[in-house]
T-cell receptor, first 116, second 113 residues
Framework: AQKVTQAQTEISVVEKEDVTLDCVYETRDTTYYLFWYKQPPSGELVFLIRRNSFDEQNEISGRYSWNFQKSTSSFNFTITASQVVDSAVYFC?????????????FGPGTRLSVLP | DVKVTQSSRYLVKRTGEKVFLECVQD?????MFWYRQDPGLGLRLIYFSYDVKMKEKGDIPEGYSVSREKKERFSLILESASTNQTSMYLCASSLKGGAYGYTFGSGTRLTVV
């Protein structure tokens, strides 16, 4: 069965610190997709990144970077030089390749607070 | 800008009322979903639909029903609202297939008193 674990329930950092949000997943499929979403206080979940299971290249987008390691079933998210605007709940999610895409499993989320 | 629009941002209803939460997407997505989000419980899938007039139960369908008469609109219905249905409700849509992420609406915070 699929499962996504985000062991960190809440993290607090001071502005400009680097922070890594952990995501560990379980799946029996060899083809799957991993996602990160950000939910700011306004409530809407915002898509950040999608990674397929065949692409283990790390990705960097500005201050954000993602480390995908199939060997440890992890897809960790690092924010460099954090800012107050990064304060949000971050969700990791897993999707297996099904006809209708309903096998989309979210982790429980990590609440990040960036203090000024 | 593509969007998923939920009709109400905040809603207060009385116990026993029939409540309609509306969701409209303009991306021609096949799939639509309703989640509820509660502190400590994460996102829980209530119902989803992968085509017009089709619906499938998610993890917590009890006390809810849905309607999808048109591709762009997916309605969540609380037949008789109860206080334990006080929650944040999130609508999402996606293209068919697991390769595509979801686009979410901004949520409806429902309070049942």
């Amino acid at each position: 069965a699929q499962k996504v674990t985000q062991a960190q329930t809440e993290i607090s950092v001071v502005e400009k610190e680097d922070v890594t949000l952990d995501c560990v997943y379980e799946t029996r499929d060899t083809t799957y997709y991993l996602f990160w979403y950000k939910q700011p206080p306004s409530g809407e979940l915002v898509f950040l990144i999608r990674r397929n299971s065949f692409d283990e290249q790390n990705e960097i987008s500005g201050r954000y970077s993602w480390n995908f390691q199939k060997s440890t079933s992890s897809f960790n998210f690092t924010i460099t030089a954090s800012q107050v605007v990064d304060s949000a709940v971050y969700f990791c999610a897993l999707s297996e390749i099904e006809n209708y895409g309903q096998n989309f499993v979210f982790g429980p989320g990590t609440r990040l607070s960036v203090l000024p | 800008d593509v969007k998923v629009t939920q009709s109400s941002r905040y809603l207060v209803k009385r116990t026993g009322e029939k409540v309609f939460l509306e969701c409209v997407q303009d991306m021609d997505h096949e799939n639509m979903f309703w989640y509820r989000q509660d502190p400590g419980l994460g996102l829980r899938l209530i119902y989803f639909s992968y085509d017009v007039k089709m619906k499938e139960k998610g993890d917590i369908p009890e006390g809810y029903s849905v309607s999808r008469e048109k591709k762009e609109r997916f309605s969540l219905i609380l037949e008789s609202a109860s206080t334990n249905q006080t929650s944040m409700y999130l609508c999402a849509s996606s293209l068919k297939g697991g390769a595509y992420g979801y686009t979410f609406g901004s949520g409806t915070r429902l309070t049942v008193v």
